[in-house]
């Protein structure tokens, strides 16, 4: 069955930053379904109190047969996962969602915080596929930001700008994407990070006609398309089905994104 | 061809989409009624707001799925809006369409005839139909097929909301009892305008043996889906000859076979709710179209013709 669990042990855990972890599981490439950039998995944490969410899947390795979740601290069920060791077991169903279409030569791949978890995984696949690429890596300050030297190891261009200018340039993605615009041209962009920065990049790349493709989380229980939790206004798309990936005309028709999301109760 | 009509509202086909499922916000019912159904019914909600259960809510399981969600939503006050928002027939100041014979109906529940009646009240001018959940298998305490397995309950819950709204009400049984035949009768006797059968059954459950534990948060949930479909037939047929009021039947449905056998066993109207995960929302369309060939094939000129046919 499609949505079976694998119980996995983890085989390694990277620590990214002081409240970001990446965990390595095996993954048979053959047999279980191959994840593309941008898709995510369901995370079961069954060790203590129970509990599963949605994870972007970061690294997607096909030579070694491992795939990576990156993991931000932010609550329970985040804190519980980065309380686990290496050889703690974990429930993971997926992939699911549709993922980054590789649709351009000169590619701009900008995140803030854990949104750069899917953008990893895509940025490594675009460089194998010898297109150029530039990522603006965003934080609040210089300890958060993410992957940064992993880029810079795929032989991209990496900005960085931290909210507090303790690294790289100082003041937020939005600003940092709009002085990249000045002197060089992109055919394509991918964004993910909370969806205030995402708006603030949806105006830039819109002015400069510069065609995007936007990951979205929304509060999620099954994946599978039917409970209707992770819809969104006015169009009712699904982000588990028709998401996490929504192009630059689709977010024109999502009149919440950037306003409001609904919570495990549905309440705006 | 395939218009016809339950409990005196009229609909342009035969095709609803069960309480729960994508029913949580009026933009993804309506993409419902926009994929082909001829009307939809919204997640159950009650008085007051609900988290539900934690995930994991959702199992896969050999033929479909059990679920715990527990019933999650935001309470009446709030869901006013998104039923205000819904593009049915009699469209309000908000919805933006007006979609011919298309209908949105609430579901609803409640602990006590008190509480379904304070729901019921407020959203009467919003909806075409009312169907009355007393019969979810995971539902907290006092709630759900505890007033469901009760007939005396199941009539003073009908019986309260009868009296006070002018919409039509459904009264949706629950599989899990010795004998519905005496449920669906005092539902009926209640004033009940008609009988939804079946909710999902069970309760289930599913063990991953390499976690060593239930998957679901709540341990056990409904089970839905293609596995159920004998039973909800079963009890389909069994109704169509003791009640009075139309079926809505529902319970496993994937293909056009699947709702005729329903329409044959007694049904007027069907439901259609985990074969989505399967077929996408295309499948109200493809069953519309099949149906249409169907009826063309055998001789049918209507879907009246066809209800109870197997009798
Ligand atoms: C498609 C998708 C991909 C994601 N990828 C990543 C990732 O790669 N790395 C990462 O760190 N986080 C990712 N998230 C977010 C992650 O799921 C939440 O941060 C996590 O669930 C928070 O749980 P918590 O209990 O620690 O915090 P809580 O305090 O419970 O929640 C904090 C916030 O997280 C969100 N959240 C809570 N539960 C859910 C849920 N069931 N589904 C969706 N959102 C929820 C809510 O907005 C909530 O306000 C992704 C979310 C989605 C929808
Ligand atoms: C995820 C899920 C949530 C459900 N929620 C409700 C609900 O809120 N109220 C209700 O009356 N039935 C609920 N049901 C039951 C369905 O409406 C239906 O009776 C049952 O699933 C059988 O039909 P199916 O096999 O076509 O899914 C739910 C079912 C599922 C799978
Ligand atoms: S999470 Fe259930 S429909 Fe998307």
Redesign the interface.
């Known amino acids: 069955?499609?949505?079976?669990?694998k119980?996995l042990e983890i085989k390694d855990i990277i620590i990214n930053t002081q409240t970001i972890k990446t965990f390595i599981f095996d993954w048979k490439m053959e047999k279980d379904e191959i994840p593309n950039p941008g898709q995510f998995m369901?995370i079961?944490n069954?060790n203590g109190e129970?509990?599963?969410?949605p994870m972007s899947v970061s690294k997607i390795d096909l030579d070694n047969e491992e795939i990576g979740i990156t993991v931000k601290n932010i609550g329970e069920f985040t804190n519980n996962l980065h309380s686990l060791k290496i050889g703690d077991?974990l429930?993971i169903r997926g992939p699911y969602g549709n993922h980054f279409k590789l649709n351009g030569d000169n590619i701009i791949a900008i995140g803030g915080g854990v949104g750069m978890a899917p953008l990893r995984s895509f940025v490594e696949h675009a460089k194998s596929e010898n297109k150029n690429v530039d990522v603006v890596v965003a934080s609040v300050t210089q300890c958060e930001l993410l992957f940064e030297e992993d880029f810079k190891k795929l032989g991209v261009n990496v900005f960085t700008s931290t909210d507090d200018g303790t690294c790289g340039y100082k003041g937020f993605a939005t600003h940092r994407t709009i002085d990249l615009l000045k002197s060089r041209n992109y055919d394509m962009a991918i964004v993910c990070g909370p969806e205030i920065m995402m708006k603030g990049i949806f105006n830039i790349l819109e002015d400069n006609n510069i065609p995007g493709q936007y990951s979205m989380e929304r509060y999620?229980?099954?994946a599978?398309?039917?409970?209707?939790?992770c819809?969104?206004?006015?169009?009712?798309?699904?982000v588990c089905i028709e998401g996490p990936i929504f192009s630059s005309e689709e977010i024109k028709q999502i009149t919440e994104f950037g306003n409001y999301h609904?919570n495990?109760?549905?309440?705006? | 061809m395939l218009n016809m009509e339950l409990c005196g509202i009229k609909l342009e086909n035969p095709l609803l989409l069960a309480a729960?499922?994508?029913?949580?916000?009026a933009?993804?019912?309506?993409?419902?009624l926009d994929a082909g159904a001829g009307g939809v019914v919204t997640?159950s909600f009650s008085k007051e707001?609900?988290?539900?259960y934690?995930?994991?809510?959702?199992?896969?399981?050999?033929g479909g799925i059990i679920?715990a969600?527990g019933l999650?939503?935001?309470?009446v006050e709030?869901?006013k809006e998104e039923l205000s928002l819904i593009n049915r027939e009699r469209k309000t100041e908000k919805s933006g369409k007006n979609n011919p014979n298309k209908i949105a109906i609430a579901s609803i529940y409640g602990s006590t005839p008190d509480e379904f009646n304070y729901v019921a009240s407020k959203i009467g001018d919003l909806i075409d139909m009312i169907e009355l959940n007393i019969s979810c298998p995971h539902a907290m305490v006092g709630y759900g097929s505890a007033i469901g397995q009760c007939p005396d309950n199941t009539f003073d819950v009908v019986n309260a909301v009868k009296n006070n709204v002018s919409v039509p009400v459904l009264t949706k049984l629950t599989p899990n009892v010795t004998d519905i035949k005496e449920i669906a009768l005092s539902a009926q006797e209640a004033g009940s305008d008609g009988i939804t059968v079946i909710n999902s059954l069970g309760p289930g459950m599913k063990i991953?043996i390499?976690?060593g534990?239930p998957?679901l948060?709540n341990k056990f949930g409904g089970l839905s889906g293609p596995a159920i479909k004998p039973i909800a037939i079963k009890y389909v047929y069994d109704l169509y000859e003791d009640l009075d009021i139309p079926i809505v039947g529902v319970g496993g449905i994937r293909t056009f076979e699947d709702v005729v056998e329903f329409l044959y066993a007694g049904s007027s109207a069907v439901q259609i709710?985990?074969a989505?995960?399967y077929e996408?929302l295309e499948i109200f369309s493809q069953i519309n179209h099949n149906l249409i060939k169907f009826m063309e094939d055998k001789g049918f000129k209507s879907i009246d013709e066809m209800v109870g046919y197997a009798h």
């Open positions: 069955m499609k949505n079976e669990y119980i369901m079961w069954f129970s509990d599963e969410k077991e429930g999620m229980k099954c599978i398309g039917i409970c209707g939790q819809c969104v206004d006015n169009t009712g798309w699904r609904r495990g109760a549905g309440i705006k | 729960g499922i994508l029913g949580t916000t933009a993804s019912m309506n993409r419902v997640k707001p609900n988290k539900g934690n995930n994991p809510t959702i199992a896969e399981v050999e679920n969600v999650s939503s935001p309470g709030l869901f991953d390499n976690a534990v998957i948060k709710g985990t989505i995960m996408g």
